[in-house]
């Protein structure tokens, strides 16, 4: 059932997504290359999605795209879960606990590198104190979760396979500070549908391979 507009973050709301993220996560995300987390929180009270802007500092493909707070396992981090808020903390300076995390959605491929997308709950932005490190984040910007919701802010972009033939098709969100495309539109896709379902229609359509639950 979907949640009405001020449900998103309530805590029935809550254990109903807890419950169905517990086990899409496998062991937790041992095997995963990556992990980002995926900051849900409220502004002035209105469920939100919490986004950065990767510093062009970093170089690179990503450079200058917008992200959520993620990346490469360290070998010290025992799961995917330890990669998220560890990355969370370097790039924002945000220290959240564990009990902050909803769950874990299925990994998604990469360029070849499967990464986690760890679901968390920061609460009230205006109660938290973020130190963003220059080095990795340019600017952090928050969107509605209403907003990401109205088929007026979404799009989609068609790439095409060998041959100039129709390959697949990947979600945009649109009439924010910045266009959010690419894995960071695919991970906000898949959360939408997991607070609000039957409210969000996806967009991703990759021939052959069947859409998540």
């Known amino acids: 059932m979907a949640a009405p507009g001020g449900d998103f973050l309530s805590p029935s709301n809550e254990r109903r997504c807890r419950e169905r993220l517990a086990g899409k996560g496998g062991s937790r995300g041992r095997s995963v290359a990556a992990a980002v987390l995926v900051p849900l929180c409220s502004v002035r009270g209105r469920p939100a999605l919490l986004f950065t802007l990767r510093s062009r500092r970093l170089g690179g493909i990503h450079s200058g795209d917008v992200s959520f707070p993620g990346g490469k396992r360290d070998p010290s981090d025992p799961d995917a879960v330890a990669t998220a808020l560890r990355e ?95 894995l960071t539109a695919i991970v906000t896709e898949r959360v939408l549908q997991l607070l609000a379902p039957g409210r969000y229609h996806p967009k991703t359509h990759v021939p052959g391979q069947r859409p998540p639950d």
């Open 88 to 182: 969370t903390r370097e790039e924002l300076g945000l220290e959240l606990r564990e009990s902050r995390v909803w769950g874990q959605l299925p990994a998604l491929t990469d360029r070849g590198h499967l990464v986690a997308p760890v679901v968390a709950n920061l609460g009230p932005l205006e109660d938290l104190r973020l130190t963003p490190s220059p080095d990795e984040v340019e600017e952090i910007f928050t969107l509605p979760l209403e907003h990401l919701l109205q088929e007026d802010n979404q799009g989609y972009t068609h790439f095409r396979g060998r041959g100039g033939r129709y390959g697949y098709t990947l979600p945009v969100f649109l009439k924010g500070p910045h266009r959010v495309w690419g």
